[in-house]
């Protein structure tokens, strides 16, 4: 998919803005938040689970080549085919081939975040075939013609309003005239269309959850059935992934998904948990006679040996853009890429290039929320610290900010200094608020007082204060 | 793409810093822990496991029937069928397990795999699991997955003495049973539903709209 991280400024003023997007947002976070926490409350042995989940991981990231190469043999050994891409560009002539093999037209998904980064669906339309999203958020977006803005709750910026329109506009082809208006009726409408497109599906497109080494089985996390369809009506199975989603044994797997579910939709579990091994079996009465997997790289490697290790710990659970404030107001799209929120400014970086996104790790208030509820214990705000340095180090960093920062910087490394000249400047502004009591406006503080008024300081500076609060006691 | 392959590989163990390949004693580690997979931490799962996995399939609106042999398993189907008005026409597993079923000669009854018009199906199932109160599901020639996907509503005939505490001792069983893994494993935990309309709860998605489950013994 191509980025549009570079925008972010634009894009989340943008969105500041839409009021639609407001109602959508506000219906959603409350709930994934409140679930997740009961969920969690739920489970003495959380905390446990994550340490245990955390060392795994590492455990095989510290060993990745020799487990990915056990998973293959394992995939190969059930009767299926591993192939590799270090880039997208390979992963997408890779898929282009199979459906092209199997003499494919209707290829239907099940929900992707690798698929994303292809921008799959694009390419299958250019080369002639017919891509469906299944998931019912991806099929709403897919008819709108929109990247996902969650990575599990993908249509999450959209109202029910939005969704009927769009349902009238796109299904009066298959004679469904009326529009629908009430929830039970949308979704029984979408489970009516792509009936039909399951059952005539030549390829199905799925993601994975984890993949394991021990048996060479790929796994999906759905509520909906609609990956378990995908996977089992077409003749040829794909499955694309990641190359950190190796995990070593079954009983690992069964540790992560317990933080799986819980952390991403407040679910103990989800309602479908499916292992894929391999095509159907020569007795079986149905089931793919094809088994792909296609393990995308895509920087993944680079990010093995660096400072950003850790981010290929994350389960993609959603709990970080659940949690973070600048997600919940600007939303999904803002960022650019396929991966919003906490998670997504740390990997559209690594991904795309700081360069095209260097406002994404700048847009945090490094409040510490998604750290604190990430089940794999990824020091996300530490990393969007680091990359702010690295954007520092690149010059990435307007002229004007790096400027500041420099002047700053010569000031607080002089302490004297530092405590004249916020005296000053503290007694100075709150002589000048005392009236009102804040500023509509200041020079060179637009960016703040654009949107919002500016309290007066006290007119004490904070050292002051505590210096004379400690004296007092 | 082979040239992929060894770029991928050896992407990755530059980063890990590895000279060279990996020594023997080191890799029969790993096979080690391969071969012979542990449990981690499993949680606490108090009181009986057949009351705990009823409590937590209820909770996610599966419906569950207890019935004290399979005998009764018939009646119990027509129950749910005259519940939700259904008609009497079933497609049942060709599991061996199941032949012990008395079928009332009123329902009509073909035994293959699900096709997309069918409305209610009934498939064994491997073990029930109390941990989350999830039926776990293998696919083959008995038991094919589209019967547990496809129809209207699917009923799930489950023995109690199939019903283990947790995933990991699923893990055991297959092994012991089967020897490896078929080409499908389903954990199945409630009907069908989503929620991307506005974060609303909506059951019958693409899967199932209703869930039985008929526990004997």
């Not at chain 1, 077409?234 to 190359?243: D, E, L, Q």
């Not at chain 1, 890429?337 to 740390?346: E, I, T």
Request: glycine share 8%; aromatic share 6%.
């Amino acid at each position: 998919m191509l980025s549009r991280a570079d925008e972010f400024k634009q894009r989340s003023t943008a969105a500041l803005l839409d009021p639609e997007l407001k109602r959508a947002m506000g219906k959603a976070k409350g709930g994934f938040q409140e679930k997740r926490r009961n969920a969690v409350d739920l489970l003495p042995e959380f905390e446990a689970l994550k340490q245990t989940a955390r060392e795994l991981k590492e455990h095989t990231l510290h060993n990745l080549d020799f487990y990915l190469e056990r998973y293959e043999e394992a995939v190969t050994a059930a009767g299926g085919q591993v192939h590799w891409a270090s880039t997208t560009e390979e992963a997408r002539e890779i898929i282009l081939k199979i459906c092209r093999d199997a003499g494919a037209k209707r290829v239907t998904k099940g929900k992707s975040m690798v698929g994303e980064e292809m921008g799959i669906n694009e390419v299958l339309e250019r080369a002639g075939f017919e891509p469906v999203e299944t998931d019912l958020g991806e099929y709403i977006i897919q008819l709108a013609k929109e990247p996902p803005s969650h990575i599990i709750a993908p249509a999450v910026h959209m109202t029910k309003d939005q969704i009927t329109d769009l349902f009238h506009a796109h299904h009066q082809k298959y004679g469904l005239t009326g529009r629908v208006t009430e929830v039970a009726a949308i979704v029984n409408e979408a489970r009516t269309v792509l009936r039909d497109k399951f059952l005539s599906a030549d390829v199905g497109i799925t993601g994975a959850n984890f993949l394991i080494a021990e048996t060479g089985s790929s796994i999906i996390v759905t509520n909906e059935g609609n990956g378990d369809l995908t996977n089992t009506l077409p003749p040829v199975h794909i499955v694309t992934a990641g190359i950190e989603k190796v995990v070593p044994t079954l009983e690992d797997v069964s540790t992560i998904l317990r933080l799986l579910a819980r952390s991403a939709t407040g679910q103990e579990t989800s309602v479908y948990t499916t292992f894929s091994t391999g095509p159907k079996r020569s007795r079986d009465l149905d089931g793919p006679s094809e088994y792909h997997v296609v393990l995308l790289d895509n920087g993944r490697s680079q990010m093995l040996g660096n400072e950003f290790h850790e981010m290929l710990r994350c389960i993609r659970c959603g709990a970080c853009m659940n949690h973070c404030p600048v997600y919940q107001s600007v939303g999904g799209h803002a960022y650019g890429w396929v991966y919003p929120g906490p998670m997504g400014s740390v990997l559209t970086p690594l991904m795309v290039g700081l360069d095209k996104s260097f406002d994404l790790p700048n847009a945090c208030t490094l409040n510490g929320r998604c750290k604190e509820v990430c089940p794999m214990s990824i020091p996300l705000p530490d990393m969007l610290r680091k990359l702010r340095e690295r954007g520092y180090d690149q010059r990435l960093m307007p002229l004007r900010a790096r400027a500041a920062l420099r002047l700053w910087a010569y000031f607080a490394r002089r302490p004297k200094l530092y405590r004249l000249a916020t005296r000053i400047g503290m007694g100075l502004l709150g002589a000048l608020g005392k009236r009102r009591g804040r500023f509509r406006w200041l020079p060179f503080a637009s960016g703040w007082t654009d949107a919002r008024d500016l309290p007066a300081p006290q007119g004490v500076t904070f050292q002051a204060a505590l210096k004379k609060r400690g004296r007092g006691t | 793409m082979s040239g992929a392959r060894e770029r991928v590989l050896a992407n990755i163990r530059a980063a890990l810093n590895r000279k060279g390949p990996m020594t023997d004693s080191v890799t029969a580690a790993l096979d080690a822990r391969l071969k012979t997979p542990r449990a981690n931490v499993k949680p606490a799962v108090e009181g009986d496991v057949v009351e705990r996995f009823i409590q937590k399939m209820e909770s996610v609106h599966g419906a569950v029937t207890r019935v004290a042999a399979m005998e009764k398993v018939s009646e119990a189907v027509d129950d749910h069928l005259k519940q939700h008005g259904l008609p009497l026409e079933l497609v049942v597993a060709p599991d061996p397990g199941l032949e012990d079923i008395r079928w009332s000669n009123r329902f009509a009854i073909e035994r293959r795999a699900a096709s997309g018009s069918d409305r209610v199906s009934v498939t064994g199932a491997f073990a029930g699991l109390a941990e989350t109160g999830t039926l776990v599901l293998l696919s083959g020639p008995e038991s094919p997955t589209t019967l547990n996907f496809l129809p209207d509503d699917h009923i799930v005939v489950l023995r109690v003495e199939r019903i283990v505490t947790h995933m990991e001792d699923v893990w055991a069983r297959l092994r012991k049973e089967r020897g490896q893994m078929p080409r499908t494993v389903n954990f199945i935990t409630g009907p069908s539903k989503t929620a991307d309309v506005e974060q609303t709860i909506q059951e019958g998605a693409h899967g199932p709209r209703r869930l039985r489950v008929i526990l004997v013994g």
